[in-house]
């Protein structure tokens, strides 16, 4: 094997809120399958062989625990990763809030001249009648924070899995080896905010190689965190064999065609159901009236019956039975109610 065919080794830290699909997002990419029960995790780690722009890449992925008393071994973590896929639910305001506590946390733990990659990612975008969260509020919080990407995802339909954890070696790549400064610009350290990470962002768009451009002519340093790089590489993927981009941008799109195709399919699903509900409703409000008529029409039948039969026998003697309480004219009253 030539060295350029040498696998190479990336070390992923996915972190996020208890539930928000870290392990279902990781066990989808790695074994192909969806887990529909939540099974809290602590630390599990998964690798997968996988090829990035024609290159050879070892992911080594450590899925971990999203509460609060492993804040502990999430320091741990953090040490030893150099890529951090960071999730959060798009039907969960709290989860969202949260990514800028972990970005925060990054930072603290990591030295002040080590860098490092972040991909932000709004899992189960396939409950889209849940959401609280929109695309537009996840987007503008990974400018904010330097995020190299940011997609929203659906581990049950497989929808933008790869993309995301690509992208994040991707970005691990261009840390690793940054494009050479130009000899008129200064070398640039880390930021006046404290941000190491590669924040050449990439908004989840599809690849497009009009968007593909040369990093060494656009001054970009992935060793400053400021708006200038940020502009500069809006809608930047990779900078590694573009002649595949093709191909991904076709894919991807066919993924949004496919979820997009999905919830309307969902949409009429439920417009149907709420029809036989209201249906159902209706049928009930008109059966209620004849019911609820039934029972005050036949007491008014039999209670005519001992008015008629009282009339025809000897009202008298009717009337001192009444009054000295005989039993026998009170029951055969109440039978003839009955």
Known sequence: ????????????????????????????????????????????????????????????????????E?????????????GFVLVYSITSRSSF???RAYIEQIERVKEDDE????????????????????????????KELGAYAFFESSAKQNVNIENAFYDCVR???????????????????????????NNSFAGGAPYDNTNTFNLQQENYNPNTNNSNNFNQNQGYQSAYNSNNMTSDNAQHLQQQQQLQLQQQQLQQQQQQLQQLQQQQQQQQQQQQPSQSQ?????????????????????????????????????????????
């Open 115 to 142: 860098q490092y990659s972040i991909v932000i990612v709004g899992n189960k975008s396939d409950r889209s009648t849940e959401r609280v969260v929109s695309y537009d509020e996840g987007e503008a919080l990974a």
């Open 97 to 99: 809030s949260r990514i």
């Open 171 to 197: 970005s691990c790549r261009i840390v690793r080896n940054p494009p050479p400064v130009p000899d008129n610009q200064p070398e640039a350290g880390p930021s006046d905010n404290g941000n190491n990470h």
């Open 294 to 338: 039934q029972p005050q029409f036949e007491p008014q039948q039999t209670a005519a019956a001992p008015v008629t039969a009282a009339s025809s026998t000897k009202p008298a003697k009717v009337s001192k039975r009444d009054k000295n309480g005989s039993t026998k004219s009170k029951k055969k009253k109440s039978c003839s109610i009955m």
């Open 1 to 68: 094997m030539s060295r350029r065919d040498a696998i190479t080794l990336y070390k992923l830290i996915v972190l996020g809120d208890g539930g928000v699909g870290k392990t279902a997002l990781t066990i989808q990419l790695c074994l192909n399958r969806f887990v529909e029960t939540y099974d809290p995790t602590i630390e599990d780690s998964y690798r997968k062989q996988v090829i990035i722009d024609n290159q050879p890449a070892m992911l080594e992925i450590l899925d971990t625990a999203g509460q609060e």
């Open 70 to 82: 492993y804040t502990a071994l999430r320091d741990q973590w953090i040490r030893d990763g150099e």
